[in-house]
């Protein structure tokens, strides 16, 4: 067995004797490989001409003394070898060492890690010995350690390039991509329109292709771009042709106007005060579209001079205000009469944005009149729950107009509008996120695709129209992460957006499933800055009704920056929620999900009665800008709170079924101790135990019954669809059947019949001003009067829990 075991040998002996040397290989090791002839030039022929990623040359050996045989097993190192006259010879192994590093980066570069070592094995690694006595009499230890230190630098290599071309780092979380330095931008702007490396105007430069003219041509230092000289006749040629061509566009191109009836539906400026004033105190202070100061500027001009105002100007007055009905309160009747107007506002703003010659709006006011036009759309309930289309129109117009740049790469861009570019990327970046996430689509945007830095921690009156740029730009002093400005909610929603796009990306990937340990540590990130950003906002709380433009936020604006960023939570572990009741592994998610929706619905401002007032309850207390959105808005905000009221439902359900499987606990006997337990007792019918119900059963139901309310509050502002509220309805008489141990098919049918007739009572009482036709006919067929008999859900979210609604009545 001795004699068999294997043993290594050194490479030019066999074993037995010494062997016939090979001559040094020339060639490089692909050409050797794929034998052909190698010009042996770096790289060679062959290999550029078959694209091959190495061409790597073997150094030749250097010379060693005459070693002579030596047994089998002697060891490979460089030891003490009997030659034929007796003599002892030493093998020097520094040859045989510093080959088989070579063999190890060359296996390397081709194999494992091509390219690690340049695109043909050019690059190196630095000396192997540590040391000069290591290098003159290196040992197999010391080759070895090289070796193994050789692979912890490749290691290294490869880590940093991993990480440089992943969007994750240590941590899991996403950075946002961030160049250090400003770069020379792929594409130019022409006419304030960015056009990228591969369009057209960026193949030729005209003036280079025909030939330089001096007297012609000149270079304009302020844009540095080659232009016509003035006073040249072909210059004054030059302007006529544009003159005539700006006259036949004008005579082709109608603009649009605002229609005299738009503009007489205007309410007076005290009422546009207080709408104006709504909006501030909501949206504006977590998606930043306005440049507050500027804005009050053209409001008031507006009021001073009306006819004078332009169409922008008065677009974005009128959506802002439309934006702020909702919650506008008053005493007198100018309420239904604002609802109905806003809706004639929005419907105008669409049709300025879309009418013919789009190229003129295609601007930063047009782009900020699309971004409130897609909000009021949400807010207002105006064809609010398809936003995923608009949304990519509207990313591809900021990209268009080159926001997706970051300013700094243009030097000429001045500070005030460098600034306002990065909070309105910001928007739409929001914006796209949360229709995505609304529609079940991809974002169609990565990380790869802009470099547009976050916004800076600055207030409005930091910035203004007439600071410059270059030097300016840099001047301008950006306020400590820790104090509070009007940008600081942008700036907290936008560090999590890198991770809610790779969310998005995951939940709806075609290829691929999941992974539960990716969704525990996305989800474990956005849940730690949801509550990094409760602690650090709330010193900064401020009661409604101060004024907007003091740095200050209010309960709805955290209200909503938590729940825009919990609902990608609430998304993401929603997958695993019904597998949680079968398998323990994901009952995490199961949890998760509870406490987020629990999170969602409950109100913005605390109850002042917290011990009166059951959770979720919003009864006999007056509504707040929360509740406000809760009843007006569609969109994301339907989505948010359909997907969080289904959760609590089915989790409640879930506890009442695992309640009611354990066993019933044995009731003491009370009476043990009485005198008349001494004589004999009565035969007695055994009583059923009572209802097993889980410890937290009245507070979840009471979400429940709060959001029925909410449904129907729904209803009475205008809201057509009635499905909330049937399910809701249903929901809770399957809850009540389940915790009572009652047929709960039959309590749902009963609580569908009654819940129908409630929505036709509230519709009618609703809309009794306004001749719809809504009386009830001899048959008593109401419900097909308001479109009840088709129970279809129009593409709300809803349908995605009512399974088998879809088919009822046609």
């Known amino acids: 067995m001795e004699a068999q075991r294997p043993s290594l040998q050194l490479a030019n002996t066999d074993g037995t004797g010494p062997v016939k040397r090979r001559r040094a290989a020339l060639s490089c090791v692909e050409c050797r490989r794929r034998k052909v002839k190698c010009d042996r030039e770096r790289p060679c022929g062959p290999c550029t001409r078959s694209k091959s990623p190495t061409c790597t040359f073997r150094p030749p050996p250097k010379p060693n003394p005459q070693v002579i045989g030596r047994p089998v097993n002697s060891p490979i190192s460089g030891s003490t070898s009997q030659s034929q006259d007796g003599s002892t010879l030493v093998s020097p192994?520094?040859?045989?060492?510093?080959?088989?590093?070579?063999?190890?980066?060359?296996?390397?570069?081709?194999?494992?890690?091509?390219?690690?070592?340049?695109?043909?094995?050019?690059?190196?690694?630095?000396?192997?010995?540590?040391?000069?006595?290591?290098?003159?009499?290196?040992?197999?230890?010391?080759?070895?350690?090289s070796l193994v230190d050789r692979v912890r630098d490749l290691e290294g290599r490869l880590t940093a390039l991993s990480e440089g071309s992943s969007s994750g780092d240590s941590s899991g979380s996403i950075n946002m991509p961030i160049r250090d330095a400003p770069c020379a931008p792929a594409g130019q702007f022409v006419k304030s329109k960015f056009y990228g490396e591969s369009h057209w105007v960026n193949c030729i430069e005209p003036y280079e292709a025909l030939g330089h003219i001096d007297e012609t041509i000149t270079i304009n230092p302020s844009t540095n771009r080659t232009e016509f000289t003035k006073s040249t006749k072909l210059y004054a040629a030059m302007l006529e042709c544009k003159r005539m061509a700006r006259s036949i566009k004008s005579a082709r191109v109608s603009h649009p106007t605002l229609s005299p009836e738009i503009q007489a539906s205007i309410p007076p400026k005290d009422v546009c005060d207080q709408l104006v004033k709504c909006y501030l105190r909501t949206f504006e202070g977590v998606f930043r579209v306005l440049h507050i100061p500027t804005f009050m500027s053209e409001y008031e001009h507006y009021w001073t001079n009306t006819a004078a105002a332009k169409p922008s100007v008065l677009t974005k007055i009128l959506l802002v205000c439309a934006i702020g009905v909702p919650f506008y309160t008053s005493t007198n009747s100018t309420q239904p009469r604002l609802h109905?107007?806003?809706?004639?506002?929005?419907?105008a703003a669409e049709s300025w944005l879309s009418a013919p010659h789009e190229k003129s709006r295609l601007n930063m006011a047009g782009l900020q009149i699309h971004i409130l036009l897609l909000l009021a759309r949400q807010i207002c309930s105006v064809d609010g729950d398809l936003m995923w289309i608009p949304a990519g129109a509207l990313l591809r117009s900021a990209m268009h107009l080159g926001l997706h740049r970051d300013p700094a790469n243009f030097p000429k861009i001045s500070v005030f509008h460098g600034e306002m570019r990065r909070r309105l990327w910001a928007t739409v970046l929001e914006i796209t996120a949360q229709s995505s996430l609304d529609m079940g689509m991809p974002p169609l945007i990565s990380l790869q695709d802009f470099d547009t830095r976050p916004p800076l921690n600055v207030n409005d009156?930091?910035?203004g129209e007439k600071m410059g740029g270059g030097a300016e730009m840099k001047a301008l002093e950006e306020r400590p992460a820790e104090e509070f400005t009007q940008t600081s909610i942008q700036i907290a929603m936008n560090q999590t957006l890198s991770t809610r796009l790779e969310i998005i990306r995951l939940i709806n990937n075609l290829r691929s499933e999941m992974s539960y340990d990716d969704v525990l540590s996305l989800g474990t990130q956005l849940l730690a800055s949801c509550r990094t950003n409760g602690h650090r906002f709330q010193p900064h709380l401020t009661p409604p009704s101060t004024s907007p433009s003091l740095p200050t936020t209010t309960p709805f604006q955290l209200k909503l920056l938590d729940v825009l960023v919990r609902r990608f939570i609430l998304c993401l572990h929603r997958p695993f929620f019904a597998k949680a009741t079968t398998n323990p592994k994901y009952y995490y998610s199961r949890k998760i999900c509870l406490d987020t929706s629990i999170s969602i619905l409950n109100p913005a401002s605390p109850s002042p009665n917290p011990s009166d007032t059951p959770l979720g309850s919003n009864e006999s207390e007056p509504e707040d800008d929360w509740q406000r959105l809760m009843t007006h808005g569609v969109g994301f905000v339907k989505s948010f709170f359909l997907y969080s009221i289904s959760t609590v439902y089915l989790e409640l359900a879930a506890r009442i079924e695992e309640a009611q499987e354990e066993p019933p606990m044995p009731v003491p006997a009370s009476h043990a101790s009485s005198p008349s337990a001494a004589l004999p007792a009565r035969p007695t019918i055994p009583s059923p135990p009572p209802p097993l119900l889980p410890p937290d059963f009245q507070a979840l139901r009471s979400l429940l019954v709060a959001a029925k309310h909410t449904a129907e509050s729904r209803v009475r502002r205008g809201e057509t669809n009635a499905k909330g509220v049937l399910f809701l309805a249903c929901a809770l008489a399957r809850i009540d059947a389940l915790a009572a141990r009652s047929d709960a098919e039959a309590a749902v049918l009963e609580a569908a019949e009654n819940g129908v007739a409630e929505c036709a009572s509230i519709m009618r009482f609703a809309n009794a001003d306004a001749d719809l036709g809504l009386a009830v006919d001899g048959d008593g067929r109401f419900d097909e009067n308001l479109g009840f008999g088709g129970l279809g859900f129009e593409g709300s979210p809803e349908s995605w829990f009512v399974g088998g609604w879809d088919g009822v009545g046609g």
């Open 93 to 145: 192994p520094q040859a045989t060492a510093t080959n088989q590093t070579h063999d190890f980066d060359s296996m390397l570069n081709r194999y494992i890690a091509p390219g690690i070592f340049g695109v043909h094995g050019k690059g190196t690694l630095g000396p192997l010995p540590r040391s000069q006595d290591e290098a003159s009499n290196p040992t197999p230890a010391t080759t070895i350690r």
């Open 461 to 463: 009156e930091d910035i």
């Open 340 to 347: 109905s107007q806003c809706t004639l506002w929005i419907h």
